[in-house]
Structure formats: C-alpha cells, structure tokens
C-alpha cells in the first residue's frame, strides 16, 4: 500500500486506540447501608417491673425501635405484650387496668404457693393465645431447669407458658412443668438476658436493670441474712451478664419493693427518667457500630 494511504489509516487507529484508553472507568458501586439489629434485654424484679414501660416510652419516642426482646422474670411479661406488638401506651394502660388478684392463685394444699396458671392464662387472654414465634417482634423468655440448674430460652410454643415459668419465684410461685422438666425463675441464672438478646440476632443489646441492690443494712434475723445473701449473689449474676450489653439502663427503684404494686405510676417514672438519660449514649454507641460496620463493609468490597 502506497505510504500516502498507510498515514491516514494509522492516525485513524491510534486516535481510536487514544479515545478507548481514556474512557472514563465508574466509581466502585457503594456498600449496602448498613442496620444493625437492635435488641432489648428485660430484667427481673416483680413490681418493679413496671419500669420497663417507662423505658419503652422514651426509646420508642426517641425513635428507637427494638428489633428483638429478651426478658426474664418481670421482664418477660412486660416483653412478651411488647413483642406482640403493644406500644408503650398500650402496655401502659394494661398496667393501669391490672388487677393483681388476677394473676395470684394461691394454692393452700401446696404449701401457699402462687400456681402461675392464672398468670400464664392472663398473658395468653391478652396475646389472643399466640405462641411465641407468631409474635411481631423475635421474643425469648428465660427461665431456670430446676433438675439441672441450666439457663432455658423458650423461643417457641405457648407464650403464657413460657412467662409463667420465667417468673416462677421459688418459693412463692410452684415451679412449672413443661415437656417432663420442672422450672424457675429465669432470675436464679440470668437477672438480666443480654445473652438471650444475643441468641435472638441483636447486633446491639439495650438492657434494663431493675434487681434489688443491697441496702446496707446489717440483718440480725435468719431470714434477713438470707434474704440479703440472696440479693448479693443476684447482682454479681446481674453484673456479669450486664457488662455483655451495649448500653445498661438502671432506674432509680429505691423505695419500691418487689410485692408494691401500686406504686407502678412511679416505678413507669423512673423508667422513663432514667431512659431519657441514656438516650445520647445510645445514640452515640449506635453511630460508632454503624461507622464500623460500614468501614469493615467498604473494606471488603470488590
């Protein structure tokens, strides 16, 4: 081919060649946003259980929603209703009209026990019998296998049930029978089911502490010693399982007992108090995982 033909097809292939090398390559696709799964952990701690409503109220309207709830004792009834898919008025207003003859069936020939069938049949009547896996939200009751001594999370089945038996106080309710097993309060191995938040999925565990604290107090008497040992190896159970949680609310419950129930208008308070304090922590601690997680997701992206 003459030379005079040859230049103009060269110039042609290589101004080709010049537009293909500089076209512009897109950015790398973005990872997904990131959500964690957020879960709340219910303490034990009978009437002073009504702080928990407290607690709700004030996540809720700082616009943190739980994804999963644990509960124990007190905690799993007010987080059983919850995860049925109650606001935190509605739990309210069902703690307003709570009749607590209701729930306490004593019966004589066993020693005085409280049975807990009316207890089981309370929550059931207010779930419309849904078992615990139809709930809204993922929910775990824990309660104690009285032959074993081994922590139980109930995930499944009658959710009455599986409260009545995580709130069995030992020596107040009989224990529960379930499946050939006998069980107590979740309260004697996990005051505060961080660890079952955990098992349900959370990322993040908001727990609420509401168990007795040592009052100081020098007991003369058997029953005050015994009393107050109890309540001392209850906290370091308690402290234990609470440093495995993201955040730890702790209402201010001094003054109410676990058997004063009228007092839950001020046990609600105190809850609520003491969550409006906690909100910037857990806002701040969630921020920090979310920049983590996103961080590691970039990270690993193609």
Do not use: W
Not at 37 to 59: C, D, E, Q, R, T
Not at 260 to 285: V, Y
């Amino acid at each position: 081919m003459p030379l005079r033909r040859l230049l103009p097809l060269l110039a042609t292939l290589l101004l080709g060649a010049c537009t293909h090398a500089t076209k512009p390559v897109p950015p790398p696709a973005a990872p997904p946003p990131v959500k964690l799964k957020i879960g709340l952990a219910l303490g034990g701690g009978a009437a002073k259980g009504f702080a928990h409503i407290g607690v709700i109220k004030m996540l809720e309207a700082s616009g943190i929603h739980p994804d999963v709830v644990a509960g124990t004792s007190a905690g799993s009834v007010v987080g059983a209703l919850y995860a049925s898919g109650m606001d935190a008025f509605a739990l309210q207003q069902t703690a307003f009209g709570l009749d607590e003859a209701k729930i306490r069936d004593v019966r004589l020939f066993s020693g005085g026990l409280v049975q807990g069938q009316a207890l089981q049949d309370y929550v059931n009547q207010l779930l419309h019998k849904q078992p615990i896996e139809q709930l809204k939200r993922p929910f775990a009751a824990v309660a104690t296998e009285l032959e074993t001594g081994t922590r139980t999370v109930f995930v499944r089945g009658n959710t009455g049930r599986a409260v009545r038996a995580s709130s069995s106080i030992p020596g107040v309710f009989e224990p529960v029978e379930i499946h050939g097993k006998h069980y107590v309060d979740g309260g004697v191995v996990s005051p505060i089911p961080v660890d079952a938040a955990r098992q349900l999925g959370a990322d993040f565990v908001i727990a609420v502490d509401i168990s007795a604290m040592p009052d100081g107090s020098n007991p003369q008497d058997m029953m005050g010693i015994v009393g107050q040992s109890i309540t001392i190896m209850g906290r370091q159970l308690a402290a234990q399982e609470s440093a495995r949680a993201d955040v730890v609310i702790r209402p201010d419950l001094r003054g109410i007992g676990p058997t004063d129930f009228e007092q839950k208008n001020q046990a609600i308070l105190e809850g609520e108090k003491a969550a409006l304090a906690a909100i910037p922590a857990i806002r701040t601690k969630l921020a920090a995982m979310v920049a983590a997680h996103q961080a590691a997701a970039a990270n690993v992206a193609p």
